[in-house]
């Protein structure tokens, strides 16, 4: 069982006895007890076909995510699945992410390409383009209060925690949003940890000389969370999903334009 965003999902691994040892042990910190909401049977086989980017597609009854590497049918009512999946433990990642992208999005929630960091009990995202500074703000912080000696890399001092330096998970829970822990990272190869915060605030990022806040406008907003949040489902309901969540999240959330320097840590100071 794995438990990711608070959405459980089962699987009963056939074949290939070394591939699912290593799943079990990568994502251990995110086994879970709960009923699941998604139940998978799935079968280890090599899939000759290279990666690349997922797709998924909604019929009436099913739906079919599929990548180079994997091929996998669920049944949107009952959770019930079958995959069909290289034994690999990418392979698996990428199914995960591709699971939850569209599973968070048909709850209102979202998975976004962005930094996320815990500071004093609450969640603050950090959205901007590739290049922008996502990898390099989240190495900053993690080294900012860090005791190497005592503490993992994600774990800090004085209230601050890396959530992820690639993938955030944010669900809209009782009329507001929370951030999920989860074992997606990117540069940074964290395991990542379960829980999850008070969403409180996001932040339009770029490089610049010294630190500072600045403000933005909605449509600046709007245009970059579009840009930052994983989809993978080309439907129309899940396009009428993704802009339901969007202004919703510009309704309740605070955003704020932070320049930062990657000279030092400084901006911690300003979320």
């Not at 992820?164 to 395991?191: A, C, H, Q």
Request: charged share 25%; net charge positive.
């Amino acid at each position: 069982m794995i438990e990711i965003a608070a959405s459980p999902a089962g699987f009963m691994f056939r074949g290939d006895a070394g591939a699912a040892t290593v799943i079990r042990k990568r994502y251990g910190d995110f086994s879970g007890g709960r009923k699941p909401v998604f139940l998978f049977e799935v079968n280890f086989k090599d899939r000759k076909q290279s990666p690349y980017k997922p797709a998924i597609n909604v019929k009436k009854g099913s739906v079919r995510l599929k990548r180079g590497d994997f091929d996998c049918i669920v049944d949107p009512g009952t959770g019930a699945g079958r995959l069909e999946i290289s034994p690999s433990q990418q392979s698996f990642d990428s199914f995960l992410r591709t699971l939850y992208s569209w599973a968070l999005l048909r709850g209102g929630g979202c998975m976004l390409h962005s930094a996320g960091i815990v500071k004093n009990g609450k969640a603050y995202i950090f959205l901007g383009k590739s290049g922008a500074g996502k990898s390099t703000l989240s190495k900053l912080a993690a080294a900012s209060s860090r005791c190497p000696a005592v503490q993992p890399p994600s774990r800090l001092a004085a209230g601050i925690e890396v959530l992820s330096d690639e993938i955030n998970l944010v669900r809209f829970e009782k009329g507001t949003f929370k951030v999920y822990g989860s074992p997606f990272w990117g540069e940074m190869r964290n395991e990542g940890r379960p829980g999850s915060w008070p969403l409180g605030g996001f932040f339009l990022l770029k490089k610049a000389n010294v630190n500072r806040l600045g403000t933005c406008t909605k449509s600046e907003a709007l245009k970059l969370l579009l840009r930052c949040l994983v989809n993978f489902d080309r439907s129309h309901k899940a396009a009428g999903d993704v802009l339901r969540t969007a202004a919703r999240l510009l309704a309740k959330a605070r955003f704020s334009r932070l320049e930062f320097t990657k000279k030092n840590a400084g901006f911690l100071e300003l979320i």
